[in-house]
């Protein structure tokens, strides 16, 4: 019962804050931290102690699961190698300048043990930078850019903690972490994109919404434990998971199903997310007396975790500098990229001769890779950022939940743990109060720029001309034909192909033959139209010729005709 009333006010609580944060403009995981904070000191709040293993392992992968199932592919593929450098080099540059940091002021700490502390304040958690962008609007790149480093860097930060606290133990050479980190993300990837294809796969063969939804929610935990048990990168696997079956799902599951997995996974993420935040907040109480009752300074500890945090964001801030250049860099080398394509293109389309190394190649095959890489030079060309957007991303390194759920699985045995802990609460929470209440103001003083509505909106509707007109070739198909084999009554048809061409035009007058189910036929074809959309849709998806922002609508749009004309049994 108590269990029970404890879990109806949290829900409560955290759908009460959700909506006094909007109100005050103010990210919701900010106002459930401190919310939390207040909480743990009032008189009868119990001591909350959040078991790390719960976090690690049951709140983690659903929740990375939601964030990449909607993180597009494309846009994932085209900042991978910022989002690598952010996620990889970012992180292990921290844990060593911290983990050197920690060794120097906690003397018989141990550099092994500082390496570990390093490594649990290294990842960022991209929850609250996202709110207050999609908020104020910053540009899909750079939205694209925080959420896919904080999609990677906790797998790559629990790879160095796992290896930091092996070497409290016993001997690890350098290579030999290397070694392992390469064969876990090797394992984890294997591991991600089978689940990913396999579980779309078994879920396109379910006609029932309420059973392929509930099927869905195992799906990160397919991906995390046998990862997990190989001695891999849970974390990374549940990823590409979702970023597989985020990919894959339009292709293979019906509209419907989609539609009602994506409301369900955004109430679970939300549940999840602010839940743990506010447990963040409670847990300061907890921290505070456990060291004390170690008798360790808990004023050391908070000055030890500001000058981590400062450490943090100068490493930050610095490391952004060259990436920043190499971006533009990237996309200088874009533009002459675009003309060697469009050169080539054509050569291919008046016939002329190619160069050697594309002789052999397929036409249809050299024009699909030229149209890829056209777009992929044209993204980044016109969505380029320079150091305002660098700015934005560097002041974005807010630390979370995980931080302090990771220093919490330290063993009993490691020098100065409560302390340590209270450190990494500290990083956390200082990031989080101190970059996230001011990132709004940082963002309105850069006039960091937008994407843009207007050439999105044009895009928009010639991504829906191409569309109609797959429409209308389907639906003049001479060998379209019912499930039974017969051809379609030509009232009905024309009365489709009307709807289809205009929705405010009255259909075709005329009746219709005797025997034919008029309501049958017409969702029939209409499904049928839908159908045609989908597929061009997946197919222009491929060439990458749109944003994803064009292409996320334009599936909207589509998702919407197909479940209006779907019925749950498929």
């Known amino acids: 019962m108590e269990l029970t009333l404890i879990a109806v006010l949290g829900v409560i609580s955290v759908v009460a804050v959700a909506l006094a944060s909007r109100r005050i403009g103010v990210a919701a995981p900010l106002a459930l931290v401190v919310v939390g904070l207040g909480l743990s000191f009032l008189p009868g709040v119990p001591h909350i102690e959040v078991e790390p293993d719960l976090v690690l392992t049951v709140v983690l992968p659903p929740l990375l699961y939601a964030s990449a199932v909607h993180m597009p592919a494309v846009d994932f593929r085209r900042d991978l190698k910022a989002i690598l450098r952010l996620a990889v080099l970012l992180v292990l540059a921290t844990t060593l300048c911290a ?3 920690f060794a120097w002021l906690l003397p ?12 649990i304040i290294s990842p960022t958690d991209a929850v609250a930078a996202t709110s207050i962008g999609r908020r104020l609007g910053l540009p899909s790149r750079l939205m694209t850019i925080l959420e896919g480093e904080g999609l990677v860097n906790d797998a790559s930060s629990l790879v160095l903690l796992g290896s930091a606290v092996a070497a409290t133990t016993s001997t690890v050479h350098l290579w030999r972490v290397g070694a392992d980190f390469v064969l876990s993300v090797v394992v984890a990837t294997v591991i991600g994109v089978l689940v990913g294809l396999l579980t779309v796969l078994v879920r396109g063969r379910l006609t029932d919404t309420v059973l392929n939804t509930a099927l869905s929610f195992v799906v990160p935990f397919l991906a995390f434990l046998p990862a997990e048990a190989l001695g891999a990168s849970g974390v990374l696997a549940v990823v590409l998971t ?5 990919h894959l799902s339009p292709r293979f599951l019906r509209a419907r199903d989609r539609l009602a997995e994506e409301v369900n996974w955004q109430t679970i993420a939300f549940l999840l997310e602010s839940g743990i935040f506010l447990l963040m907040g409670l847990q300061l109480r907890t921290l505070l007396d456990q060291a004390h009752d170690a008798g360790q300074s808990v ?10 945090t400062l450490l943090a964001i100068t490493v930050r801030m610095l490391f952004l500098v060259p990436l920043v250049a190499s971006l533009r860099h990237d996309a200088d080398k874009a533009e002459n990229f675009r003309t060697a394509v469009d050169d080539l293109a054509d050569r291919l389309s008046t016939g002329q001769e190619l160069p050697r190394r594309f002789r052999n190649t397929d036409p249809e095959r050299l024009h699909g890779r030229l149209v890829r890489g056209r777009s992929d030079a044209d993204f980044r060309i ?4 320079g150091w305002r957007g660098g700015t934005v991303i560097a002041w974005s390194g807010m630390r979370g939940a995980i931080t302090v759920a990771a220093a919490q699985t330290l063993p009993a045995d490691t020098p100065y743990r409560p302390q340590l802990m209270l450190i990494a609460f500290v990083v956390a929470v200082t990031t989080l109060l101190v970059q996230g209440l001011s990132l709004p103001r940082v963002i309105r003083a850069l006039h960091v720029p937008g994407d843009d509505e207007a050439a999105d909106r044009a895009a928009l509707v010639e991504l829906y001309s191409a569309l109609s007109e797959r429409v209308a070739d389907a639906l003049d198909d001479p060998g379209l034909r019912t499930p039974d084999g017969d051809p379609y009554d030509p009232v009905v048809l024309d009365h489709v192909r009307s709807w289809t061409a205009a929705r405010r035009r009255r259909p075709a007058a005329g009746a219709v033959a005797e025997g034919v189910d008029p309501r049958e036929q017409f969702l029939q074809l209409m499904l049928a139209a839908a159908g045609a959309q989908q597929n061009a849709l997946l197919s222009l998806r491929s060439t990458g010729a749109y944003n994803s922002r064009v292409m996320t609508r334009a599936q909207a749009m589509v998702d919407d005709e197909l479940a209006r004309y779907q019925s749950s049994e498929g």
């Open 99 to 101: 983990g050197y940091l």
């Open 108 to 119: 018989g700490l141990g550099l092994a043990a500082a390496f570990a502390l390093g490594a």
């Open 242 to 246: 979702g970023l597989v079956s985020g």
């Open 299 to 308: 004023a050391h500890a908070v000055w030890i975790g500001l000058l981590a």
């Open 382 to 385: 016109n969505e380029k950022f």
